[in-house]
Every structure is written in C-alpha cells, then in structure tokens.
C-alpha cells in the first residue's frame, strides 16, 4: 500500500513521531506487556492499537478508572513504563517510506514532529532513526495544555514554523491523531500499518 498524498502545494509538513516515522508500537507494547503483566492485567495487541495515540498517563488511567489496574503510585508506573521502552530503543526502526518524504522536504520547507509522547523519549526516538536534524520544531505533550485529539498541538506546530495550518500537512497513523489534524484545519495523511517493518511478537 502507498502514501496517498494531495496533489496541491503545501507550505509546511508536520508528523507523528510513533508509528508515522518510527515504527516504535512494537516496542511500545512490549513495555505495555511488561508492566501491566507486572501489575496482573494482560493485554492483547488488538486493545493496544485501539489505544494509540493516546498520552502513557491517559492509558494509565484509563486501564485504573475503567478496567480496574490497581496501581500504587501512577508517576511512579509512567516513568517505568517509558523506562521500559527506553531498553528496547535499539531496536527501533525508520518507517522508511515517510522518513524518506521528510528528508526530501528538508531544507526545501519547514518541518515539525507532533507527538502526544514525552519529549524526553520522542527525542531519544528522533535520534535512534538519525531524524533530529530534520524537523525545525518538536511538539510534545509537555507543549500544549491539551493533546490530541485535540487540535492544540497542531496549532502550535503551526505557529512555530510560522505558517497557517490549512497550508500544513499532516502525517499520521492513528484515528486521534487524524481527528486533531482536522480538528486543527489542516489536510491529513494516513499511515498504515502495512508499511511498518516489523510486527508485533
């Protein structure tokens, strides 16, 4: 399956960090799989995809206000969690065909990472594909008092690279991170997950 891109001129392009150009959601579920079997909940890899997009603590609570995860300390369970996902970050991989289309846009225009991640670890995932010198502006959770799916973070891109959000671009692969695109009145490239290198195990 291919990238259906619009045929018309775009100022700006804007990605998604996980599953858009790394194909970090293998790792991701491992450190899911491993911390919540730690606190005796399974979970399965068609609810983790359900999930995604969503920010660590709001799957965290999520699982302890409707599923019923008993957690002692919830910073505590976050911060293991991503720790967790740090000792995999080797093993992460370029989505190839969407790292390419930045890397062919670089220098040309301007280029923003959106991501509903942490910074600290969108930062680490940026490196481990050799993406970081690429984008002019990195927009993380931190950044915005609302994430996606709300369209915050995208308006902030768009402000930091000094262009109106119906001339960017976006790239994605989850339902919350088109809904904020569109939310923020910008056009929308979906990723699927066809083109991901691995698969989850």
């Known amino acids: 399956m291919q990238l259906v891109i619009p045929e018309r ?20 579920f491992r450190a899911w799989r491993r911390i919540l079997a730690e606190n005796g909940m399974p979970m399965s890899e068609e609810f983790f995809y359900e999930l995604g997009g969503k920010p660590t603590r709001r799957i965290f ?6 599923y019923g995860l008993k957690l002692a300390d919830l910073d505590h369970a976050v911060l293991l969690k991503e720790r967790y996902f740090v000792d995999l970050i080797h093993e992460v991989k370029p989505i190839e065909p969407v790292l390419q289309i930045a890397r062919d846009w670089h ?14 670890y ?49 790239f994605e692969d989850s339902p919350l991170g088109v809904e904020a695109a569109t939310a923020a009145g910008m056009q929308c490239v979906l990723v699927p997950r066809v083109l991901h290198p691995t698969a989850i195990h």
């Open 61 to 66: 609570e999520l699982l302890r206000d409707e």
């Open 122 to 170: 969108v930062e680490l995932t940026l490196t481990a594909i050799g993406a970081r010198d690429l984008f002019n502006t990195v927009v993380c959770v931190e950044d915005t008092a609302r994430a996606k799916p709300f369209p915050d973070p995208f308006l902030e891109a768009a402000r930091r690279l000094g262009v109106s959000p119906d001339e960017c671009l976006v």
């Open 107 to 120: 220098g040309r225009a301007p280029l923003a990472v959106v991501s509903n991640g942490m910074r600290q």
């Open 9 to 28: 001129a775009f100022a700006a392009f804007i990605f998604d960090c996980d599953g858009t150009l790394a194909d970090t959601m293998p790792l991701h």
